[in-house]
């Protein structure tokens, strides 16, 4: 059994990452206490590195980050890195899109959510990067209960749903985070269990 600290203080990552998780040889806890470094870089990739590195000074071993977002096409890939800084709430931030996309016809309206993952060790070197992506459609409006983020807009055309109107089981199968973090699990009991 190896044990991995998420770069997060957020229960609700761990809740999530731990729904995906299915090994018994890979356990994951948050770091305690306030974790929030200064997201500089310019891409996910870069914002997942920097985590990891300051996750892994505080903590001394393996360290996992993550960065995601939402990237819509006719928008030139935004919100992208700016996901999260978007609008102040969350209310807002489906608002501001919605309001964005107010005139663009629903085949226009293609975007992926993106999870870049970066693995560390307790010196802050990096062992393994990972992507993952799920593709769909910006809905017209938000729905369904399940979730958080921009989950209630994003459709995904083959259960004719939004993310946050499908039932947790599923969206852990098919969500950005479910694709990145499924070969990363791979990767760590293949070379460091």
């Not at 993106?114 to 992506?133: A, D, F, W």
């Not at 055309?157 to 599923?170: H, S």
């Amino acid at each position: 059994m190896i044990k991995i600290i998420i770069a997060t203080s957020n229960p609700h990552k761990l809740e999530e990452i731990n729904a995906i998780n299915s090994s018994n040889d890979v356990e994951f806890d948050v770091i305690k206490g306030s974790f929030n470094p200064d997201e500089t870089g310019k891409s996910f990739l870069e914002n997942a590195i920097i985590k990891a590195k300051e996750a892994s000074k505080i903590t001394k071993s393996y360290c996992l980050a993550d960065d995601s977002g939402l990237c819509v096409d006719i928008l030139d890939s935004r919100p992208g890195i700016y996901s999260s800084r978007y609008a102040p709430t969350q209310k807002e931030k489906i608002e501001k899109l919605l309001n964005e996309l107010k005139n663009i016809p629903k085949e226009k309206r293609t975007a992926h959510f993106t999870c870049s993952m970066v693995l560390v060790n307790g010196e802050g070197e990096i062992l393994h990067t990972q992507e993952g992506r799920v593709e769909g459609l910006i809905d017209f409006e938000a729905k369904g209960t399940n979730g958080f983020g921009y989950d209630p807009v994003f459709y995904i055309p083959q259960y004719n749903k939004t993310i946050a109107e499908l039932p947790d089981t599923v969206k852990n199968t098919i969500s950005h985070r479910a694709n990145a973090l499924n070969p990363m699990i791979q990767w760590i009991k293949e070379n460091l269990v």
